[in-house]
């Protein structure tokens, strides 16, 4: 067994409705991926980030609810990522002032959506800093703390944002120089452009984006709203018999995103055998129905159920809180915003006054852990394991936290599993005691 756990992180900011173009380059490769062995994926609402664009509170409200049910509908499995609201997480604003208090100014002035409105101020004549607000020229910060935060291998985003990922490297780099003591407090992350995942073209061909009002609607609207969408597209004039040009119309390319290899080039044949523009839009909807149909009764579902929602999104808060909380507690140490627990002490103290993991062979031969509190209660017994090398490999993954912490089953235990793969179980009653001593290993 490997214990390379890949950390995936990736936010979504609530300001808007999720659409096609949305749902085929960002959701599904995001569910997807986060199927994958050896990956271990936080998924997120970014909703402080939406108060920076969005000063309607019910556009807020609203978004949130959508993008949640979507991603929820589109099949993420929540047992096995942590999906989480960033407001149910206050370590990330307090993070987010500790970075910014170690990130230059010179850095913010060069972010491009800084620039974007100084530059588009100047045009206007008005202002260079008109209608920019802290937020808007901070924002790669909170982004930083975000990432930080989780200590993210890897960050899939679109190209807009590779300038945040280099920001939130430098930032994590000045943070581990000043308070690192020779140990990197922080991963540094990296980007990830998925060049493989579609881009969608819009109703008229540009790349889909609600600022180009081109979309295509996803689940919002039905099957109604799809139709009326498609029956949009803009297409040339040749009519039905007339031979068309499939790989340089932006139908076939939509219909691509959704089919298989073989109905996309049954469909370019037909339109290169002169299918006409409106039954080919008709098979367009079909193509597109049969994938995300079976999820919009799913998302109608939760839209009128927002207290599952909470519910799941609680579950997932306090996933990420397991983590973020004791962090937290070293990152104030790390700063000298509180005494260092256990450095205050001697030696000796110091070593009987912490957690430990003590390895064993049980009576069927096989190898074990128990977890011992700092006052030595056990706290725990692993599940057996056949190789020793995978016990050194579990203690590791386990001192960095390297831990997923599925929802607690039907006779109340939490399992804490490694890579995949279960390492104990706790009762939910002890899991902030585990959690506790897990956090001095
Ligand atoms: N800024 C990102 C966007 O607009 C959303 C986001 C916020 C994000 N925090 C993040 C993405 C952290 C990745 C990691 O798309």
């Known amino acids: 067994m490997s214990t390379a756990v890949t950390r995936v992180l990736t936010g979504i900011t609530t300001s808007g409705t999720p659409h096609l173009g949305n749902y085929a380059g960002a959701i599904r490769p995001a569910v997807e991926a986060s ?59 307090e993070l987010c002032w500790m970075l910014t208090c170690v990130t230059p100014k010179g850095l913010m002035n060069r972010a491009h959506a800084y620039k974007a409105s100084v530059d588009a101020n100047e045009a206007r004549g008005t202002e260079p800093d008109d209608g920019v607000t802290m937020g808007l020229f901070s924002y790669p910060v909170l982004m930083a703390a975000d990432i930080l935060m989780f200590n993210a291998h890897r960050v899939p985003v679109g190209r807009d944002q590779i300038q945040h990922l280099e920001m939130a490297r ?101 339109l290169e055998a002169g299918l006409g523009w409106g039954e080919a839009k008709s098979a367009l909807c079909d193509c597109i129905e049969a994938q995300i149909g079976p999820m919009r009764s799913h998302y109608a579902d939760l839209m009128a159920h927002p207290d599952r929602i909470e519910e799941i999104l609680q579950v997932g808060a306090q996933k990420a809180r397991h983590l973020a909380v004791p962090f937290m507690e070293r990152l104030r140490e790390a700063v000298g915003l509180r005494q260092p627990a256990a450095r205050t002490a001697s030696k000796k103290v110091e070593k009987s006054a912490r957690a430990r993991l003590a390895s064993f062979r049980d009576e069927t031969g096989a190898f074990r852990q128990r977890l011992f509190s700092a006052d030595g209660h056990e ?60 956090a001095q290993i």
């Open 170 to 270: 430098d930032i994590a780099q000045r943070f581990n120089h000043l308070y690192g003591r020779g140990h990197d407090v922080f991963v540094l992350p990296e980007v990830q452009i998925d060049e493989a995942v579609a881009t969608l073209p819009g109703l008229d061909g540009r790349k889909m984006s609600k600022s180009y009002h081109n979309t295509i609607p996803l689940f919002e609207g039905g099957q109604k709203a799809l139709k009326a969408a498609v029956a949009q597209i803009v297409t040339d004039s040749r009519l039905p018999g007339e031979p068309k040009d499939a790989e340089g119309s932006h139908l076939y390319t939509l219909y691509r995103a959704f089919s298989t290899q073989a109905q996309a080039r049954t469909f370019k044949a037909e």
């Open 379 to 438: 706290l725990l017994l692993s599940e057996p394991f056949a190789d020793p090398k995978q016990l050194n490999q579990l203690s590791r993954a386990v001192a960095r936290m390297d831990l997923t912490m599925l929802k607690p089953d039907e006779q109340g235990r939490v399992s804490l599993a490694v890579d995949g793969q279960r390492w104990a179980y706790c009762s939910v009653e002890s899991l902030s005691q585990v959690q506790q001593a897990l």
């Open 35 to 93: 199927a994958q062995p050896g990956v271990d994926a936080f998924f997120f609402l970014a909703d402080f980030h939406a108060l920076i664009k969005c000063a309607d509170p019910a556009v807020v409200a609203r978004s949130r609810m959508e993008i949640a049910a979507t991603w929820l509908a589109a099949g993420l499995d929540t047992d096995r990522v942590t999906f989480y609201r960033q407001s149910d997480v206050p370590e990330i604003p």
